[in-house]
């Protein structure tokens, strides 16, 4: 599955070949605009208030989204990604592409080589040079150490060879298509390479990088500091002496810090906290679209322990009930008085970069689920509550708990769902368990044991990654394979050839009108209520200038242009 | 004296011994485990996940998993935290100062505070000093700690900004002791209410209880000056309760406060545990349990112990 398809490979080397990178230009591009609008004076200590705390800040442990805040001051890559879904060097000269002759598909038309060649003189934190070796450790690390988070795209690479000190060939084993996104994290060689166990070193704390700061002190659960980098390649920058990441209990005592002006910047706010931010001339919020969906799924199948995807629900098994629940969900209401107008109604899984598929699903209308209904057979009791053949309307509804937001939207749901003649009872689970994503762990989504669940999920760039699992009617998860994650038991041969089809044209327009196909089929089979696309909030003073969003990157992506107003 | 200690010290080993086996199958026992934290990575395979289980020593059968923890444990080798890589020995050696402080305190100051309180209590029984004490303890007795402590920081940290929101010290300042004490002030108040409300009613009852015995009116027959009869004779008796309930404070000394650490962004034992548990972080949180359960062992039979000095009626044999 994680092997794309040969096909899906060449199309990005395409889309990688049309330039965008250009476009963006060099390293120095995301941040000329900001440059070119006000003046920064360099000095001074930004404190940025985190409500998590980074278990670990080696690159290849990571897995919290909190310590790729803090790491973006400190770790880089080859390449990184802009708003718009393309790619613009960082350590390399340029993003290779089959364009500009830096990725080349061998002569049997089976393989890739990918040539990054380095900027020149560039040094890691320490003074050490960086050189093509290093990019050679980093791979080799990932693949030999066994506690690293995931080997995505290293596991796809044969060799790396390198011909001189800055310059790397990366030789593939397939054409694998995100090869860019390989490389986002470098590893310092020299340091590392006589460690047996990185694990027990200072790395885990202070990790060695190239970017624009270094760690200077880790004082677990209280607060990381990171000091000027007087190495840093681009001159004159970091503006900042220091950026110190507090720990805070929550967000909520983050935003009393940010309003007492203890703390210059916060990580992420719920929805809710923006008005009051709003109301505050001194603060300043960064609302910037992201990739992740919130969603509703709707379980086809019978809500039994690995259910059989053949069988169908009693309730949700039919497609006039399910078009009902969805005409019943006034998704713009809730966006408006629980989201206060910070996220977009959402319209399919992919709602970012080149495949976004942005067709609504149909609007709020109680009247006509009603009809939907009746026409059905779907006749209501004496308690309100339809029943049809003897079956009760009656469905369960789990979302995290503990997510304020979430339970109010079930609330509005459960009310405006009972208004059409539907019972939904509440039954919520700890994130671990719901959606542990593991058969052994019980996710229900695994095992089919649920009727309505609702939580977010976050694609990768390429939406293959996405739609292949999740919507492949191979994907249901089944007592002997558990690892598709179809979990609405959505079954269409049209789709699924569709999907097989972008898995198999270089095509970059046919690979879209077959996505597009896909999520239009499941819109179709109403098996989905797309809520709403989320954005990613963070919020800073005025003071703070150069804030700038990437919706594929955390807010603190061009720390180094961040500069205090005195 | 010696020969009840080694009893009681031999009678704790198997006692700790199941303890450490019912916890491991509780952890164990919990949905989720500690691989669920990668899950949101679509990234994550199948693969990664047995790569990592065979990693952390979880591909192991229960037995053998529990067998071999519990040998490194005994040879001083704690282990490594799943999230941090860091060695568990190492994680606590960082939480527990920020915590002995914390707690340590709280321990003083409640003590300071339960002993006169409890005791004038009950000797002006019904007094409208005795009535506002009581009303008061009962008020923080039954008071959440988790809404009082947000409450303190809403009222002393937002509205009258006299005391910080949280944490230890002022990240980027220098050490300074002023500084320290402001950040510790809310926190200790926090905890320190709601023991005292509990620690002022054991005080009082028994006190209650003892000022009514015979040996009392001996005292004072004898002539005994009153603050010798009520600190010598009715305190003395009385403070067995007392004793039991403050020992059992103990092992709070190193576990620390779940919640209230949480509120206050306190990196103490308390949080280390809550984030272990979340993330089912095994080493962590049997190395903490195992800990804890030594001293709540401990902590009993000191209490008993101390019986025997507050009250020579009572024999061990």
């Known amino acids: 599955m994680r092997r794309l398809s040969m096909a899906v490979a060449v199309v990005s080397l395409v889309l990688a070949a049309c330039g965008q990178p250009a476009e963006v230009g060099t390293s120095a591009a995301p941040s000329a605009t900001v440059a070119a609008t006000a003046s920064p004076t360099p000095g001074g200590t930004a404190i940025v208030a985190i409500w998590q705390f980074p278990a670990t800040l080696a690159a290849h442990y990571a897995n919290q989204t909190v310590t790729t805040i803090v790491n973006n001051g400190v770790l880089e890559g080859l390449a990184a990604t802009a708003t718009d879904g393309s790619y613009y060097p960082v350590l390399a000269t340029e993003v290779p592409t089959l364009a500009n002759g830096g990725a080349k598909v061998t002569a049997d038309g089976k393989k890739l080589d990918v040539t990054w060649k380095l900027k020149s003189g560039i040094k890691w934190s320490d003074g050490t040079p960086l050189t093509s070796a290093d990019i050679k450790y980093t791979w080799e690390i990932w693949m030999k150490d066994p506690k690293v988070n995931n080997r995505t795209g290293f596991s796809e690479i044969e060799s790396i060879d390198l011909p001189n000190e800055t310059t790397a060939v990366v030789h593939y084993k397939s054409i694998y298509a995100p090869y860019v996104g390989n490389f986002f994290w470098l590893m310092p060689k020299n340091l590392l390479e006589k460690e047996a166990d990185i694990s027990k070193t200072d790395y885990i704390r202070r990790p060695l990088g190239t970017g624009p700061f270094k760690v200077s002190e880790f004082k677990t659960d209280e607060s990381i500091t990171l000091e000027k980098n007087p190495n840093y390649r681009e001159s004159g920058k970091p503006y900042l002496d220091k950026v110190i990441f507090k720990s805070v209990p929550s967000s909520q005592v983050g935003l009393a810090q940010l309003k007492a002006g203890e703390v210059h910047a916060m990580w992420n706010l719920t929805e809710a906290q923006t008005p009051e931010v709003e109301k505050e001339s001194s603060l300043a919020l960064l609302v910037v679209q992201g990739p992740t969906v919130e969603r509703i799924e709707m379980n086809t199948a019978l809500n039994q322990e690995n259910t059989d995807p053949n069988s169908v629900h009693p309730v949700l098994g039919d497609i006039e009930m399910r078009k009902a629940l969805l005409y019943a969900t006034p998704k713009q209401q809730i966006i408006d008085k629980l989201l206060f107008g910070k996220a977009k109604p959402g319209s399919s899984p992919v709602s970012q970069g080149w495949a976004a598929y942005k067709e609504p699903q149909e609007g709020y209308d109680p009247k006509k689920a009603n009809d939907v209904l009746d026409k059905a057979g779907w006749v209501k009791g004496s308690d309100g509550i339809r029943s049809k053949n003897g079956v009760r309307a009656s469905l369960t509804y789990a979302t995290t708990t503990g997510d304020q937001l979430r339970e109010r939207v079930q609330q509005v749901l459960v009310d405006e769902w009972k208004a059409i003649g539907v019972e939904v009872k509440i039954q919520n689970q700890p994130s671990s368990v719901l959606l542990s994503g593991s058969c052994t762990g019980k996710d229900p989504r695994k095992l089919g044991t649920f009727d309505l669940l609702m939580y977010a999920s976050t694609p990768e760039i390429d939406p293959h990654g996405t739609i292949l699992p999740r919507y492949h009617s191979k994907q249901i998860p089944t007592a002997a394979d558990c690892s598709g994650q179809n979990y609405t038991r959505f079954k269409n041969p049209e789709a699924d050839k569709a999907i097989e089809e972008a898995g198999s044209t270089i095509d970059l327009e046919k690979r879209k009108a077959a996505y597009a196909k896909v999520m239009k089929a499941l819109n179709d089979a109403y098996v989905i209520i797309w809520m709403y696309d989320r954005a990613n909030i963070d919020a800073r003073v005025t003071g703070l200038q150069g804030f700038q969003g990437n919706t594929w990157q955390r807010f603190t992506w061009n720390i180094q242009d961040w500069w205090l107003k005195k | ?317």
């Open chain 2, 1 to 317: 004296m010696g020969r009840y200690i080694l009893r009681r010290l031999l009678q704790a080993l198997p006692l700790l011994f199941a303890i450490s086996i019912a916890s491991f199958a509780i952890l164990k026992a919990t949905p989720g485990g500690p691989l669920a934290a990668y899950e949101g990575n679509p990234s994550f395979t199948d693969a990664d996940r047995l790569r990592l289980e065979h990693a952390f020593g979880l591909d192991r059968p229960l037995p053998v998993q529990y067998l071999s923890w519990l040998g490194s444990f005994l040879t001083g080798d704690w282990g490594y935290g799943f999230a941090s890589h860091q060695p568990v020995l190492m994680l606590i050696g960082e939480r527990l100062p920020n915590t002995l402080l914390l707690m340590g305190t709280v321990f003083v100051v409640v003590l300071l505070f339960a002993i006169p309180i409890g005791v004038t209590t009950a000797l002006k029984q019904y007094s409208v000093y005795d009535h506002a004490v009581t009303g008061a303890t009962f008020t923080f007795l039954s008071t959440p700690t988790f809404w009082l402590g947000l409450l303190l920081i809403i009222l002393f940290g937002l509205q009258l900004r006299w005391l910080p929101l949280g944490g230890v010290s002022t990240p980027g300042a220098p050490f300074d002791v002023v500084d320290r004490l402001r950040h510790l002030i809310l926190p200790v108040a926090t905890i320190s209410l709601v023991q005292l409300g509990s620690h002022v009613r054991y005080l009082r009852a028994s006190m209650l209880e003892t000022i009514g015995q015979d040996y009392m009116r001996t005292a004072r027959a004898k002539g005994l000056a009153e603050r010798v009869v009520v600190l010598r004779h009715a305190l003395k008796n009385a403070a067995i309760p007392l004793v039991t309930v403050v020992a059992l404070d103990v092992p709070e000394l190193f576990v620390g406060a779940l919640v209230t650490e949480q509120i206050f962004g306190w990196p103490g034992m308390g949080r280390l545990f809550l984030d272990a548990a979340f993330r089912s972080d095994y080493p962590v949180l049997q190395g903490i349990l195992a800990v804890s359960s030594t001293l709540i062992v401990l902590a009993n039979l000191l209490a008993d112990v101390a019986y025997g000095y507050l009250d020579p009626r009572i024999r061990y044999s």
